[in-house]
């Protein structure tokens, strides 16, 4: 260590009297309805495992019989040596199950938006965006260089207005907008979205991270749940959510897809996504296809566990998926909420600002398919109990 980088001690000290230092759990074994923290088995709350597919005994088996064939790396980028069948593979797979023509896959999320933002838009042209957009949205678009237009979340008369005045001809256009938004689980209005895309001639681009495995039949996300699959632009979406997994895509025509594969800046230049997690994957979507037991496990689940809370008197915000906000408001009895549940045995993190406004700081709960009923009454109970005795309810 050189002294030229003591300046990071005193950023951290600063933080840190802010209350603003979140402590990181390490998790001793594989996600699920419970998982190991300091040796002890907690009720896990917390995670976006939503449908169990992160340790699902196929999607195990799957990866580890990908790692036996293509061993664990992809060996380059993809353009360059990194393209395998399996990756060939799921980008047919996934466009099939979006309803798309096409699909590119990235090594994550994050890289998909900041990948394929740029390559929609670039400088001359104007993007709106959801105020409450993902981090990730707001670094492709910054990436892009393109105009920046922000409407309030949920306002399709703010995006409306915004349109009328920032509509230039000649230039493209694009809404782009998160589905599903992370920590409140209410919808963006996709339908009134698409119809403002087509009447100002902007491109429709939707972030489908938390929608897929959730919303749509068997899962297949947010364009399949408003029925709008020949007229939004871009579905992109993640494989670290519902689909279990690490990976993300984005999914359109044939023509936009192609240009992804030769200009996204981390399909050219970051290396291609490992044949395990490539291949778990491909399984996922396969038991998607399958059956929808596990996508009406986690809707059921999540019912009982906003009713319960409900019943209790939390506020549980205006979630019309899964996504659960037990929204408390003070960020020191958000953290003491979190830190009793946490010592009785249940993991549910506290999310404060600038996650979430100020002032609005709560513990999101994520139910999932392999919660039991029972394992969901014990997280109500323990919200009573506890929630009685630190005065939050
Ligand atoms: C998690 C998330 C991402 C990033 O996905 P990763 O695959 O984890 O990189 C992007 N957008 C939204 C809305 C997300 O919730």
Redesign the pocket.
Known sequence: MTERTLWARDELNRMREEGRVVPIRTIEGPQGAYVTIDGRKMLNMCSNNYLGLANHPEVRKAAIEAIEKFGVGAGAVRTIAGTNTLHVEAERKLARFKGMDASIVFQ????A?SGTIPVMVSKDDVVFSEELN?A??IDGVRLSGAKKIVYRHLDMDDLETKLKENRKDGKKALIIS?GVF?MDGDIAPLDVMTELGEKYDAMIYV?D??GEGVLGKNGRGIVDHFGLHDRVDIEMG????ALGT???FSAGSSDIVELLHQRARPFLFSSALNPADTAAVLKSIEILERDDSLVRKLWKNAETLKKGLNELGYNTGSSKTPITPVIVGDEKKTLELSNSLYREGIFASPIVFPTVARGSARIRLMPSAVHSEDDIGLAVEKFRSIGKSIGVI
């Open positions: 994550g999320g994050l890289l938006n993902h990730s949205i998160d992370s972030d991270a938390h993640t494989f670290s959510k690490m990976g993300g």
